[in-house]
């Protein structure tokens, strides 16, 4: 299959013109279905940008959230208004594993910063998710990095169910996610993010459950993709695992990488 792979769109952002020249490089590009991972828009404006995403492009779409698409709602309900997406539209987080030809399975989730790399408490660091998300803002410290550790703690455990899951019938796994697993994929600028950015970027407990799996299955391969740091790199934490983070720039969405 080929895929085009996309990230942190931020689609509104940007008008209609600029996504309408977005629309015509993936169509040029002639990919079989996208993958998105994650910072489509903000919550009042997901759905629609979604529908138009379909109806501009009408090919399948695998995707995930990432917190810029929870701005100005909370998590219930933007997860909510998705189940009545088209089929063509898969939100990974909640689907199953998706079984893409004979030898590549695609799973997926949101993923969350867990505040468990770098210095959450030292930081002076303080993002809009604390105060745009309902579920997030209005915490003190402690509350708020008890929070992020339960977030982390779920993606972690849904993502191990369904690698486990995949690699009994599959050679290779394709990890959709937003939020990079590991610190060394935590790219800014050509550089690993440091302890004063890395709580807000990195989903610690997601990456120790992906590798000691990875270890268990060394003749299988794991391939993430993510973003959220906006910045590209790529990590290869196993022989058998490596993380792809993508490039980002407001205001100048535009296709990562074809998969083949």
Request: with cysteine.
């Amino acid at each position: 299959m080929r895929l085009a792979w996309l990230t942190d769109l931020h689609l509104n952002f940007v008008n209609h013109r600029t996504r309408q020249a977005l629309y015509t490089s993936i169509k040029e590009a002639n990919p079989e279905a996208t993958l998105v991972t994650g910072d489509w828009a903000e919550a009042d404006s997901l759905l629609a940008l979604l529908t138009e995403w379909q109806t501009e492009l009408n090919i399948p779409t695998y995707f995930v959230l990432g917190n810029h698409d929870f701005y100005h709602g909370n998590f219930a309900t933007t997860r909510n208004q998705l189940t009545t997406l088209p089929p063509n539209l898969q939100y990974l987080t909640t689907s199953s594993v998706i079984y893409l030809d004979k030898s590549t399975a695609l799973i997926g989730h949101d993923s969350w910063a867990d505040a468990r790399c770098g210095n959450f408490f030292l930081s002076p660091i303080r993002l809009n998710d604390h105060v745009l998300i309902a579920d997030l803002c209005n915490r003190p410290p402690k509350l708020l990095f008890k929070k992020l550790n339960e977030l982390g703690d779920q993606a972690a455990s849904t993502l191990e169910q369904k690698l486990n899951q995949a690699l009994t019938t599959h050679q290779h796994v394709i990890l959709a996610t937003h939020v990079p697993p590991y610190r060394e994929a935590c790219w800014h600028q050509g550089r690993i993010s440091d302890d004063d950015w890395l709580p807000h970027f990195a989903s610690k407990a997601v990456g120790e459950k992906l590798t000691p799996i990875m270890q268990q299955h060394p003749d299988q391969t794991l391939t993430i993709y993510c973003g959220h740091t906006h910045s590209s790199g790529t990590a290869h934490i196993l022989p058998n695992l490596t993380v792809h983070t993508g490039q980002a720039t407001y205001g100048q969405p535009a296709i990562q990488q074809i998969l083949e």
